[in-house]
């Protein structure tokens, strides 16, 4: 779990320093300038093709950074594996659920805390007192993760294999695998997308209580507002790549540059 | 499921019967063709009856007779009451399967076909006609398939007890000839030769009055102590907690105890055959880590079994040319399971980097050159080339016992050590941060590494523990053979390492070994004889029919692994769960 009191709050931990990606002749993302303060929910909405899960995977190390920097707690994450990163303290979630389906819920939440353990193949062959107290370990923080989205992980669901789940479901256990990663940062792609309204709000109320309950800072990436509105404590927006406005959630909707990125530009000129 | 009365007899579908009795027709042909029938005429199963070479001939019309009879249950939807309707079907299905066999009889009278198939001969013609005129071949093959057909679709009119008991009394009578020989070599050592005599002719084949008689007895059993066996397993998958660890443990000792038991009473023959069994569960044990796991498809797995037997030969032979240290074989293998390990890690470094089918066929490169290296002139000074290096001189354990080739039971016991060891192995690894490391690889590469996975020690470290698995099978056979040869690691040998672990069940290490019991037990390995060694000319052609029909009707293989079954029981889970809310 995140640790606040180690670095002051005017720092960001997270930022973002004339990031560009660019595709061939396409500009996926340029000059982009993010500052994310800790335990800050930040929202990133645009359009489609706006760029936002390429930053998502350009933090993660998935796609590659064409020039700028990014930092993270003040260093550089460049030149780094994905699983360096996560080893760092950031998680992330697909757009596209994407869990090791045919391995059971809990053994999901467990592989995930593999960079915080350290047993090695010995261990597990001759059964040593370490391996069996670090097992034990990352069975109930798995548990414990699980057990944040109430009753619908635990019991016998844990030891059913993870494609057996319902959707809203395997979207949960995407953010319980973040969670297990014991991250400071965690990136939610679309958490509560093809979620039915109920399920909707309650995600939201979850992703609040995930920065007030375990100390985690967060960047969502959404499309319904509703959960824009109530989850975000700053929205940024970007549209082809550039970021066009930034701020709370009032004052970003009110702004007449997204407005036009979103619905175009208005026939009649004011 | 709601059952409607039977269709009338004489409304047959018509098009079914011609495309499944076509179709028959067709691999009846083929397998005529393919020789398999004349090579297996000389194997007599029931005596004077039935030879192999028939049996396999009356094969495809049986199963086309009975499958005619077969209607898709969907949920919901009736079916119709089995009748006449399915036997007559299943006839004339039979019928065409048998008529393709008629009309190869008349072509091979008439027309010489010798050059592009070189199986179209006067013996076949011959077998095809029992030595009569060619419409005696005609009509009998006509009447032969009729009836095999019109059997299988009366299989169909059996209750479920009656078709069980028939089910079970074919397959005793059909084990009891095709497994005859390891048989009269288990009741041999059992002192139990007078049975076996009576039961088997003196050439081969059980005596057709010995077959009824074996007949009506197991009939007799299976109506007797019906459902007893079906019962005690359903009781067994009922159980749960620690009842189902202790019944498991249970029944694991007990396989232990008859595996330990069994090569007492065994002859030279069936020990010679347990034995390459265990080799070939160590070496599929060995895949299954790198396949089964962590979902890297190896295809030059034979390179590791090149190594570990090539490493113990020039450690303990002493005609090895360049060093020939002559050390005891225990101490060898040590040596055998670090440098296989080493190889292991070089020839992974490189290959692991790439992904899926890349990986594939880099790793099947990458077998052929480990073979062709051993072969090479460059290194004949080190492996003796083609020549290869013989004399390898028995094990000694501790002092205790000398293990060589011409103990087949001694060595059965060694290999039956490293399966307990290797499966010790599998079965650890599985249930630690490594094992569940290799599956979230195999399930989804690009997410483990974005959950903090280092995918690439990940993947080299499934592909070192397989080849050190790997490598003991190499250094046991190394002593049992007491000799080898580049050619006995052919590119062959990798594919059949490979289907053993497909056809038993991909993960799974029972399946593993039951994949490794059937299709190395029965049909034999790329060299080893198997119970049917009449067939080990077309193992390969098996083989392939085998693993084409597994991938059709259960992909996941003979003993599926726990995640793959759980998911046909899951709805029955859900649906209790909402019950009893």
């Given at each position: 779990?995140?640790?606040?009191?180690?670095?002051?709050?005017?720092?960001?931990?997270?930022?973002?320093?004339?990031?560009?990606?660019?595709?061939?002749?396409?500009?996926?993302?340029?000059?982009?300038?993010?500052?994310?303060?800790?335990?800050?929910?930040?929202?990133?909405?645009?359009?489609?093709?706006?760029?936002?899960?390429?930053?998502?995977?350009a933090?993660?190390?998935?796609?590659?950074?064409?020039?700028?920097?990014?930092?993270?707690?003040?260093?550089?994450?460049?030149?780094?594996?994905?699983?360096?990163?996560?080893s760092?303290?950031?998680?992330?979630t697909?757009?596209?659920?994407?869990?090791?389906?045919?391995?059971?819920?809990?053994?999901?939440?467990?592989?995930?805390?593999?960079?915080?353990?350290?047993?090695?193949?010995?261990?597990?062959?001759?059964?040593?007192?370490?391996?069996?107290?670090?097992?034990?370990?990352i069975r109930?923080?798995?548990?414990?993760?699980?057990?944040?989205?109430?009753?619908?992980?635990?019991?016998?669901?844990?030891?059913?294999?993870a494609?057996s789940?319902?959707?809203?479901?395997?979207?949960?256990?995407?953010?319980?695998?973040?969670?297990a990663?014991q991250?400071?940062?965690?990136l939610?792609?679309?958490?509560?997308?093809?979620?039915?309204?109920?399920?909707?709000?309650?995600?939201?109320?979850?992703?609040g209580?995930?920065?007030?309950?375990?100390?985690?800072?967060?960047?969502?990436?959404?499309?319904?507002?509703?959960?824009?509105?109530?989850?975000?404590?700053r929205?940024?927006?970007?549209?082809?790549?550039?970021?066009?406005a930034?701020g709370?959630y009032?004052?970003?909707?009110?702004?007449?540059?997204?407005?036009?990125?979103y619905?175009?530009k208005?026939?009649?000129?004011? | 499921?709601?059952?409607?009365?039977?269709?009338?007899?004489?409304?047959?579908?018509?098009?079914?019967?011609?495309?499944?009795?076509?179709i028959?027709?067709?691999g009846?042909?083929?397998?005529?063709?393919?020789?398999?029938?004349?090579?297996?005429?000389?194997?007599?199963?029931?005596?004077?009856?039935?030879?192999?070479?028939?049996?396999?001939?009356?094969?495809?019309?049986?199963a086309v007779?009975y499958?005619?009879?077969?209607?898709?249950k969907?949920?919901?939807?009736p079916?119709?009451?089995?009748?006449?309707?399915?036997?007559?079907?299943?006839?004339?299905?039979?019928?065409?399967?048998?008529?393709?066999?008629?009309?190869?009889?008349?072509l091979?009278?008439?027309?010489?076909?010798?050059?592009?198939?070189?199986?179209?001969?006067?013996?076949?013609?011959?077998?095809?006609?029992?030595?009569?005129?060619?419409?005696?071949?005609?009509?009998?093959?006509i009447?032969?398939?009729?009836?095999?057909?019109a059997?299988?679709?009366l299989?169909?009119?059996?209750?479920?007890?009656?078709?069980?008991?028939?089910?079970?009394?074919?397959?005793t009578?059909?084990?009891?000839a095709?497994?005859?020989?390891?048989?009269?070599?288990?009741?041999?050592?059992?002192?139990?030769?007078?049975?076996t005599?009576?039961?088997?002719?003196?050439?081969?084949?059980?005596?057709?009055?010995?077959?009824?008689?074996l007949?009506?007895?197991?009939g007799?059993?299976g109506?007797?102590?019906?459902?007893r066996?079906?019962?005690?397993?359903?009781?067994?998958?009922?159980?749960?907690?620690?009842?189902?660890?202790?019944?498991?443990?249970?029944?694991?000792?007990?396989?232990?105890?008859?595996?330990?038991?069994l090569?007492?009473?065994?002859?030279?023959?069936?020990?010679?055959?347990?034995?390459?069994?265990?080799i070939?569960v160590?070496?599929?044990?060995?895949?299954?880590?790198?396949?089964?796991?962590?979902?890297?498809?190896?295809?030059?797995?034979?390179?590791?079994?090149?190594?570990?037997?090539?490493?113990?030969?020039?450690?303990?032979?002493?005609?090895?040319?360049?060093?020939?240290?002559?050390?005891?074989?225990?101490?060898?293998?040590?040596?055998?399971?670090?440098?296989?390990?080493?190889?292991?890690?070089?020839?992974?470094?490189?290959?692991?980097?790439?992904?899926?089918?890349y990986?594939?066929?880099?790793?099947?490169?990458?077998?052929?050159?480990?073979?062709l290296?051993?072969?090479?002139?460059?290194?004949?000074?080190?492996?003796?080339?083609?020549?290869?290096?013989?004399?390898?001189?028995?094990?000694?354990?501790?002092?205790?016992?000398?293990?060589?080739?011409t103990?087949?039971?001694?060595?059965?016991?060694?290999?039956?050590?490293?399966?307990?060891?290797?499966?010790?192995?599998?079965?650890?690894?599985?249930?630690?941060?490594?094992?569940r490391a290799?599956?979230?690889?195999?399930?989804d590469?690009?997410?483990?590494?974005?959950?903090?996975?280092?995918?690439?020690?990940?993947?080299?470290?499934?592909?070192?523990?397989?080849?050190?698995?790997?490598?003991?099978?190499?250094?046991i056979?190394?002593?049992?053979?007491?000799?080898?040869?580049?050619?006995s690691?052919?590119?062959?040998v990798?594919?059949?390492?490979?289907?053993?672990?497909?056809?038993g069940?991909m993960?799974?290490?029972v399946?593993?070994?039951?994949g490794?019991?059937?299709?190395?037990?029965?049909?034999?390995?790329?060299?080893?004889?198997?119970?049917?060694?009449?067939?080990?000319?077309?193992k390969?052609?098996?083989?392939?029919?085998?693993?084409?029909?597994?991938?059709?009707?259960r992909?996941?293989?003979?003993?599926?692994?726990?995640?793959?079954?759980?998911?046909?029981?899951?709805?029955?889970?859900?649906?209790?769960?909402?019950?009893k809310?």
């Amino acid at each position: 779990m995140a640790n606040p009191e180690a670095t002051s709050t005017d720092k960001p931990i997270l930022e973002t320093r004339k990031l560009s990606v660019d595709f061939g002749g396409l500009h996926a993302l340029s000059a982009l300038d993010i500052q994310v303060q800790r335990n800050e929910i930040v929202s990133v909405i645009g359009p489609n093709g706006a760029g936002k899960t390429t930053l998502f995977n350009a933090i993660s190390a998935t796609v590659e950074v064409s020039k700028g920097d990014i930092l993270f707690e003040g260093k550089s994450l460049l030149n780094l594996e994905p699983n360096a990163i996560t080893s760092r303290g950031i998680a992330r979630t697909f757009q596209t659920v994407r869990l090791f389906t045919h391995m059971t819920v809990l053994e999901n939440v467990m592989v995930s805390q593999h960079c915080h353990t350290k047993q090695n193949a010995f261990g597990a062959l001759l059964y040593t007192k370490a391996f069996r107290t670090e097992e034990a370990e990352i069975r109930q923080r798995a548990e414990e993760v699980l057990s944040f989205f109430g009753t619908r992980l635990v019991g016998y669901r844990m030891d059913q294999p993870a494609f057996s789940l319902s959707y809203a479901n395997r979207r949960r256990l995407e953010i319980a695998r973040a969670m297990a990663t014991q991250p400071k940062l965690i990136l939610l792609d679309e958490p509560v997308a093809g979620m039915n309204p109920v399920e909707s709000a309650e995600l939201t109320t979850m992703i609040g209580r995930l920065r007030d309950e375990w100390d985690f800072t967060i960047v969502v990436i959404e499309h319904d507002m509703s959960v824009v509105r109530e989850v975000s404590d700053r929205v940024v927006v970007l549209d082809h790549g550039e970021k066009i406005a930034e701020g709370n959630y009032d004052h970003v909707s009110n702004n007449p540059e997204v407005v036009e990125a979103y619905l175009g530009k208005s026939m009649t000129k004011k | 499921m709601t059952t409607i009365p039977p269709r009338p007899t004489f409304t047959q579908d018509w098009l079914r019967i011609a495309r499944m009795g076509g179709i028959a027709a067709v691999g009846q042909t083929f397998i005529a063709l393919s020789n398999m029938p004349v090579r297996l005429d000389e194997r007599l199963l029931i005596k004077p009856i039935l030879s192999m070479g028939y049996l396999i001939l009356i094969v495809l019309p049986f199963a086309v007779g009975y499958r005619y009879g077969h209607q898709i249950k969907r949920e919901g939807m009736p079916t119709f009451t089995p009748s006449m309707y399915e036997v007559l079907g299943g006839a004339l299905s039979g019928a065409l399967a048998g008529g393709g066999l008629s009309l190869l009889a008349v072509l091979l009278r008439h027309f010489d076909l010798r050059d592009p198939l070189v199986n179209w001969s006067p013996i076949l013609l011959n077998l095809l006609t029992f030595g009569n005129a060619t419409w005696f071949a005609v009509i009998i093959w006509i009447v032969i398939g009729t009836g095999t057909g019109a059997a299988g679709g009366l299989l169909r009119l059996l209750g479920p007890r009656a078709y069980r008991t028939a089910i079970s009394v074919a397959i005793t009578v059909a084990s009891a000839a095709v497994l005859e020989s390891l048989i009269v070599d288990i009741a041999k050592g059992l002192g139990l030769e007078n049975l076996t005599d009576r039961l088997y002719a003196s050439r081969g084949g059980i005596e057709w009055l010995s077959a009824i008689v074996l007949a009506v007895a197991s009939g007799t059993l299976g109506v007797l102590g019906r459902g007893r066996f079906r019962q005690a397993k359903t009781q067994l998958s009922q159980l749960e907690g620690t009842a189902r660890t202790q019944a498991n443990a249970a029944l694991i000792a007990l396989t232990l105890a008859a595996l330990i038991v069994l090569p007492l009473f065994a002859g030279k023959l069936t020990n010679e055959l347990l034995a390459n069994v265990g080799i070939f569960v160590l070496l599929a044990l060995g895949l299954n880590i790198v396949v089964g796991l962590a979902g890297i498809l190896d295809l030059g797995y034979v390179a590791f079994f090149a190594v570990g037997t090539y490493t113990a030969a020039v450690l303990t032979a002493a005609t090895s040319p360049r060093i020939s240290p002559e050390m005891p074989w225990l101490l060898a293998l040590i040596f055998v399971v670090v440098i296989t390990g080493l190889v292991g890690l070089f020839i992974g470094a490189p290959v692991i980097r790439m992904r899926g089918d890349y990986l594939a066929i880099v790793t099947l490169g990458f077998g052929e050159i480990i073979r062709l290296l051993f072969l090479s002139d460059w290194l004949s000074g080190w492996f003796n080339g083609a020549q290869g290096l013989v004399q390898i001189p028995p094990a000694n354990i501790f002092g205790l016992t000398e293990i060589g080739g011409t103990e087949p039971r001694r060595v059965f016991y060694l290999v039956l050590a490293f399966c307990a060891l290797a499966i010790y192995v599998s079965w650890r690894l599985e249930r630690s941060r490594l094992g569940r490391a290799w599956m979230a690889v195999r399930e989804d590469e690009t997410v483990a590494e974005a959950m903090g996975i280092n995918t690439v020690n990940i993947k080299l470290m499934a592909f070192v523990v397989g080849a050190m698995l790997g490598s003991f099978s190499g250094a046991i056979v190394a002593v049992k053979v007491g000799s080898v040869f580049p050619s006995s690691f052919l590119i062959v040998v990798s594919m059949v390492i490979l289907v053993v672990v497909i056809f038993g069940g991909m993960g799974n290490i029972v399946g593993v070994i039951a994949g490794a019991a059937v299709l190395i037990g029965v049909l034999g390995g790329p060299r080893q004889p198997g119970l049917l060694a009449e067939f080990s000319e077309f193992k390969l052609l098996i083989y392939g029919a085998l693993l084409i029909w597994m991938m059709l009707a259960r992909p996941e293989g003979l003993i599926p692994s726990m995640r793959r079954s759980r998911e046909l029981h899951q709805h029955e889970i859900t649906q209790d769960a909402w019950l009893k809310n």
